[in-house]
T-cell receptor, first 113, second 116 residues
Framework: AQSVTQLGSHVSVSEGALVLLRCNYS??????LFWYVQYPNQGLQLLLK??????LVKGINGFEAEFKKSETSFHLTKPSAHMSDAAEYFC???????????FGTGTSLTVIP | GAGVSQSPSNKVTEKGKDVELRCDPI?????LYWYRQRLGQGLEFLIY????????KSGLPSDRFSAERTGESVSTLTIQRTQQEDSAVYLC??????????????FGQGTRLTVV
């Protein structure tokens, strides 16, 4: 079975500062990896995904994530936080059969003016 | 439809009543997933459908929970004899197909269930 661990249920950064949200997974085979964002009172929206190819993946709103197989990690970063980035962020993995999506418990990002 | 649609968006029910939650996936999406999100918590997998079949029901919390899907389209999640601990947002997602060509899951806005 796969699992996803998001370190830090709450992260606060100042506006303009680097955003780093951590995600580690456990899987015997490199899975597909995803980051979703949930703005207040809205559904989950895909930020970015890794399936194959380049390990540095760019997504919407200036976010990117790097798949590091040796570290079984898929951390999400953004060079400069904006107030509109305040939301809940979920890391997810699916195995290569696509039969299941496993989600982390989420990280709530607060951006301080 | 353009996206995953869930109804109702909000449901308040009395303890002990049965409720039905509906999900209309994106047309052509063969895989459909139900998740539960309790306040302040992550997504808890409930069940997934491949077509009209549910190969994995392992996440259903109890026998009060059931789900079905017809016509490889609409799915209904039924909770019988609701309890206060069932209060949560129930999220539905669909994806094109399970397998090597799998892409991301697209989520609906959820149904917020409150059991009083």
């Amino acid at each position: 079975a796969q699992s996803v661990t998001q370190l830090g249920s709450h992260v606060s950064v100042s506006e303009g500062a680097l955003v780093l949200l951590r995600c580690n997974y456990s899987s015997s085979v490199p899975p597909y990896l995803f980051w979703y964002v949930q703005y207040p009172n809205q559904g989950l929206q895909l930020l970015l995904k890794y399936t194959t190819g380049a390990t540095l993946v760019k997504g919407i709103n200036g976010f990117e994530a790097e798949f590091k197989k040796s570290e079984t990690s898929f951390h999400l970063t953004k060079p400069s936080a904006h107030m509109s980035d305040a939301a809940e962020y979920f890391c997810a993995v699916s195995d290569r059969t696509g039969n299941q999506f496993y989600f982390g418990t989420g990280t709530s990002l607060t951006v301080i003016p | 439809g353009a996206g995953v649609s869930q109804s109702p968006s909000n449901k308040v029910t009395e303890k002990g009543k049965d409720v039905e939650l509906r999900c209309d996936p994106i047309s052509g999406h063969t895989a459909l997933y139900w998740y539960r999100q309790r306040l302040g918590q992550g997504l808890e997998f409930l069940i997934y459908f491949q077509g009209n079949s549910a190969p994995d029901k392992s996440g259903l919390p109890s026998d009060r929970f059931s789900a079905e899907r017809t016509g490889e389209s609409v799915s209904t999640l039924t909770i019988q004899r609701t309890q206060q601990e069932d209060s949560a947002v129930y999220l539905c997602a669909s994806s094109v197909m399970p397998g090597p060509l799998n892409t991301e899951a697209f989520f609906g806005q959820g149904t917020r269930l409150t059991v009083v």
